[in-house]
Structures are given as structure tokens and as C-alpha cells.
């Protein structure tokens, strides 16, 4: 009896259980059937939802109903973006998104030539990540613009000096050909010398000094040599540095058009999840309004 | 065993009677370069004259039998035929024809060029047959004409050595603009008139005209260092519509492209110009545009535009 009674509420938590489960995915099925993208989120971290959008004090009680999506996330992310990315359009008009598999998003930054890989678009949590190398020097193209620089302003000079001191080594070969030939007129005359015994010493450290400055401008003719090479490298090296400058140039021209300046994006960015509910809460409810 | 062949077989008489037939088609052939010439020099009707210049283009006026001491040379009826062309078509004060006083040769001058270019034709000796145009100072031949198989080639290498480099400095753009479009307006005519197939190569203004450029497979650099000095001038070089290149848009709805135009297999950069007039050539974007004009003769081994390669291979 007591063994029938135990059995029977077994039976009742776990169709309880089950119940909410299928009240959950139908909840959510629902949801899809009227494009309420509003009601998929909060289904989808009703935590989130309630401490960002709600801004309940209350903390909710983890249900852990939202794993039962987990592996469909790909087809809700695919369905979610639609309208993310047109909302995004409006904030972010720089930002450019391709869809490489089913549900997942890149972000690339602008639209001009070579534009940046910038990092993914996370639908189901209404987030960007960043590339953090990529978004490093963007942050630091910002921070070194009080000074008037740009990232790579220092390397650029750096290279260019090297090039230039390279192209007075080549400039340089006459004045060196003429040393060469008077360091050996000195050598000849130093081996010739009479060699008296207390003389001996001096002798050869005149003829040390000789080689050794011979030996330094044998190495600059050998740099001289391969500087043309060094150089060509070096501007391709410059190219490289110049093109990523003026990437970043572009980059923050479209950050100040749309936000005024950096601080104003990553706040925009922090507050997205909220923002971008926010904005649906709207719409919903002027559909419903329309409706009725 | 008379035969009229071998004139060690003929009697006196039918020497005399041989000797008098060559003469007579010496003088025939005289008589019809005569006509020819008129034709050439008189004629109003466009039909004629190209007819005239055709003939005349490999004219031979010496015969075993008759000789002409004064000639002036097949390439010379070229220039006439040029600017009787031009004339036709109400642009003959475009070009000056020149004659020498002492000898029978011709030159001719672009009017609003004036003494910075000479110009005249040259034979090509091969048996492709045809004559270059070509600017006598520099020898940059602008461009070959095949009367008799009916083409026409502009030479993009010439074209940006002379107006481009050579007359940069001393020659404005607008005259270097007007001084080119005669010899556009030479070449339309013949296509529009007469069928010629003419390749205007990089003075072509047709929005699908895409420009070939030398290297085929042009290293990423390339395009890199327009984006970078682009961005220097205040343009922005954007990802291509195609996804495989760049594009440029610059004044008054002119826009630039360039992208490999095969999507698989051997790339092909090409260069495109579009305006919704048709009106602007890569040629006028190079006038125009001191960045580009730089960007492409600083990279000009691998960006300039290729030529028929049958041609000025």
C-alpha cells in the first residue's frame, strides 16, 4: 500500500518533470511560430534575462530546462540572426557578417580592401567576440592617438632609418674604394719598414690597425652589397605596416561616425544583450497593439 | 620554233612588238597610280578613299620597263589617307601634313600638339604587311593599320611612353586628352564606316572593356599599395563587388575595378573603368588622377596593359 502509494508519486514528480520539459519546448515552439525572438531568449538563459532586462534583485532559480535546446543551437542561432544582424545594421554600419556554417557568424570590419577578420558573432547570447589581438590594436590605435600617432608610426621610422643608413652605405662605396686603396699604400709601407728590434712592436701594431680598419670597411662593402635586397625587403616591410595603419585609420573614423569615441562603443557593446531585447520588447508589443 | 616566251625564238619585229607591250603596261600602271592618287587627294566620298588608300597602300609603280625617279613612299599614302579620313569628317584642321621642299617624303604634326610630336608611318617589312604610326623623335609607334586585312591596333606601352611619361612634364592633360582623341576618332571611323576590328586598348571608353594587365597573376602588394596611397588621397579602396578584387570610386560616378576575372584555373587581373556615360578610358583616369597615374607607372612591369600580343609581342 505505503510501496503503491511511493510508486504513485514517483509516477507524478517524474511526469511533473516531463511536463515541464515539454512545456518548456512547447513554450519555445510557439515562440518560433510567432517570430517572438523576444520570448526564444528569455527561454534560452532566463537567468540573463531577468537580471538585464527585467533587472530583478530576485535571483531565479537555475531550471537548466534551456540545455534541451543546447544542441539545436545552431538552427535557433540561424533563425535568431535575422533580425540581430538588422538591428545590428543600425548600430554598428560597419560591421559585416558571413555566416561560414550554419549558424555561426564572422565578423569582418568595414568593407574596405582587405577589411579585418574581427572575431565571431555569438547570436544566442547577443555578444561579439572580439579577436583580441585584432581588437588590442585597435584599442591601442586609439590610446596613441593623443599623441598623434598612429600603431605603427614608431616601426615605420624605425625601418625607414635602416634603409636610409643602407643607401648611405651604397652611396659610400667611392669613398671607401679610396680608403681601401690608401690603407694598403700604409701596409705596403709598413712592411717595408727596417724592422729594428725596438722598433719591432710599433711596427706591427700600426700594421694591426691597418687590417683591422680594412676589415671594417670589408665588412660595409659586404652590407653595401646586399643593401639593395635589405632595402626592398624593408619596403615591402613599410607597405605592410602602412596598409595595417591605414586600416585602422579607417576603423576609427567608423567608430567616432557612429559613436563619438571608443568608450562610448565598448559601452554599447557591453549593454547589447539589454539594448537589443529592449528594442524587441517595443516591437512585440506594438504588434500586439496593431493585432488587437 | 617561235615561241613568244623566249625572246631568242622572236624575230626582230616581235622583240620590238614585246618591248613595246612592257612599256605600254608601265605607262598603264602609271596611268592608274595617277588615278588613284586623284582619288586619294580629291575625292569627297569616303568609300573611294579607302578604296584609293587600299590599292595604294602596296602599290608597285616600277616596272622592268619603266621606272619613276620621284616617289614618295608607300607609307607616305597613309598620312594622306589619315588626314583625308579626318577631313571627311570635318576634323581636317586637326591634323597638319607636312612636305618636305627637296624630296618626296611626308610628315604630319597633331594641331594641338603642334612641334612636340612629329608623326609618320612606318612599313612593317614582314609579310604581316601593315604600317606602325609612330612619333619620329621618341620611335614609339602609337599604333598599326592593316588596310588590306581591315585592323587596328592601339599600343598601350607607346601611348603611356609618349602622353603619359614623355610629355607629362611640358604638355598639359587636356591637350595630351584633345591631341589622342584624333587618333580615336581616325580609328572609330574606320570601325564604324568600314567593320575594321580595332582594339582601342587602354583609350577604350566602353564600360566592358576590361584591360588585361602584364602579369597575370599580380602579387597582392600590388593592390595594397593603391589601398594605402588611395586612402593618402582621401578615396577608399573597397573589396570588389565580385569578391575577388578591388574597386575604387572616384569623381563624378567614375569607378574603377580590379580583380582576377577568372574564378578558376589561370588568374587574369583585369582593369575596368565604369561611367554611366561610356565616356571615360583608363587613359583619362591616368590624366586625371596623379595617384593612379603614379601607382601605375611605378608598378607599370606588372599593371601595364597588354597589347596584342601578334602585334607588339
Known amino acids: 500500500m505505503e510501496n503503491q502509494e511511493q510508486q504513485a508519486s514517483a509516477a507524478d514528480i517524474l511526469t511533473q518533470a516531463i511536463a515541464n520539459k515539454l512545456d518548456y519546448l512547447s513554450t519555445m515552439q510557439a515562440a518560433v511560430q510567432h517570430g517572438d525572438d523576444r520570448k526564444i531568449y528569455e527561454l534560452l538563459d532566463q537567468v540573463r534575462y531577468y537580471q538585464e532586462v527585467k533587472k530583478t534583485r530576485t535571483k531565479r532559480a537555475v531550471n537548466h530546462l534551456a540545455e534541451l535546446v543546447d544542441n539545436i543551437h545552431p538552427q535557433i542561432s540561424h533563425y535568431l540572426s535575422d533580425n540581430l544582424i538588422d538591428y545590428l545594421g543600425h548600430i554598428y554600419p560597419f560591421f559585416y557578417y558571413e555566416e561560414y556554417t550554419t549558424g555561426l557568424f564572422h565578423i569582418y570590419f568595414g568593407n574596405w580592401w582587405d577589411r579585418r577578420l574581427f572575431g565571431d558573432l555569438d547570436v544566442v547570447n547577443v555578444r561579439f567576440d572580439f579577436d583580441k589581438t585584432e581588437y588590442q590594436k585597435l584599442r591601442d590605435s586609439f590610446a596613441l592617438e593623443s599623441q598623434s600617432q598612429r600603431l605603427n608610426t614608431a616601426k615605420i621610422e624605425a625601418v625607414s632609418a635602416e634603409s636610409e643608413r643602407l643607401q648611405q652605405l651604397v652611396d659610400a662605396q667611392d669613398d671607401r674604394d679610396k680608403q681601401k686603396a690608401e690603407l694598403r699604400d700604409q701596409l705596403k709601407e709598413n712592411s717595408g719598414k727596417s724592422s729594428m728590434p725596438w722598433e719591432s712592436g710599433k711596427v706591427k701594431e700600426e700594421r694591426q690597425a691597418i687590417i683591422d680598419q680594412l676589415t671594417k670597411l670589408a665588412d660595409e662593402d659586404e652590407k653595401a652589397l646586399n643593401a639593395h635586397k635589405s632595402i626592398k625587403a624593408n619596403d615591402d616591410r613599410i607597405l605592410v605596416l602602412s596598409k595595417e595603419d591605414t586600416i585602422l585609420n579607417y576603423e576609427k573614423q567608423s567608430i567616432r561616425d557612429a559613436f563619438d569615441d571608443f568608450e562610448h562603443f565598448e559601452a554599447h557593446n557591453a549593454s547589447l544583450y539589454a539594448d537589443y531585447l529592449n528594442s524587441l520588447l517595443g516591437k512585440s508589443e506594438g504588434e500586439v497593439t496593431v493585432d488587437d | ?313
Do not use: C
Not at chain 2, 588615278?35 to 616600277?62: C, G, N
Open chain 2, 1 to 313: 620554233m617561235i615561241n613568244e616566251n623566249d625572246p631568242s625564238t622572236l624575230t626582230t619585229s616581235g622583240r620590238l612588238l614585246n618591248y613595246n607591250e612592257a612599256i605600254k603596261t608601265g605607262l598603264e600602271t602609271g596611268l592608274t597610280f595617277t588615278k588613284l592618287m586623284d582619288q586619294l587627294i580629291r575625292t569627297t566620298d569616303p568609300d573611294e578613299l579607302v578604296s584609293a588608300a587600299t590599292q595604294l597602300a602596296d602599290f608597285q609603280l616600277d616596272s622592268d620597263y619603266v621606272t619613276f625617279p620621284h616617289q614618295y613612299s608607300n607609307a607616305d599614302y597613309y598620312l594622306l589617307f589619315m588626314s583625308r579620313m579626318l577631313e571627311l569628317h570635318d576634323q581636317g584642321n586637326q591634323i597638319i601634313l607636312q612636305s618636305r621642299d627637296h624630296r618626296e617624303e611626308l610628315t604630319q604634326q597633331l594641331t594641338s600638339l603642334g612641334d612636340r610630336g612629329t608623326f609618320n608611318f612606318r612599313v612593317e617589312p614582314s609579310a604581316n604587311g601593315g604600317v606602325f604610326y609612330r612619333e619620329r623623335a621618341t620611335g614609339q609607334s602609337l599604333f598599326y593599320l592593316n588596310l588590306e586585312r581591315k585592323m587596328l591596333r592601339f599600343n598601350s606601352h607607346a601611348l603611356t611612353q609618349l602622353f603619359v611619361i614623355d610629355l607629362h612634364e611640358t604638355v598639359p592633360a587636356e591637350t595630351v586628352k584633345t591631341s589622342v582623341q584624333v587618333l580615336i576618332d581616325f580609328a572609330r571611323y574606320l570601325k564604324e564606316d568600314y567593320g575594321y576590328s580595332v582594339d582601342f586598348n587602354l583609350l577604350d571608353a566602353a564600360n566592358r572593356q576590361n584591360y588585361a594587365v602584364r602579369a597575370a597573376d599580380l602579387p597582392a602588394g600590388i593592390v595594397d599599395r593603391l589601398f594605402v596611397v588611395a586612402a593618402q588621397n582621401d578615396y577608399m579602396l573597397t573589396n570588389g563587388v565580385n569578391g575577388n578584387g578591388a574597386e575604387i570610386i572616384l569623381d563624378e560616378g567614375v569607378v574603377v575595378d580590379i580583380f582576377n576575372n577568372q574564378l578558376s584555373g589561370q588568374p587574369e587581373w583585369v582593369l575596368t573603368v565604369h561611367d554611366d556615360d561610356q565616356k571615360i578610358s583608363w587613359f583619362d583616369v591616368l590624366l586625371k588622377y596623379p595617384f593612379m597615374r603614379d601607382w601605375y607607372l611605378e608598378n607599370l612591369t606588372e599593371l601595364e596593359i597588354k597589347s596584342d600580343p601578334l602585334i607588339f609581342g
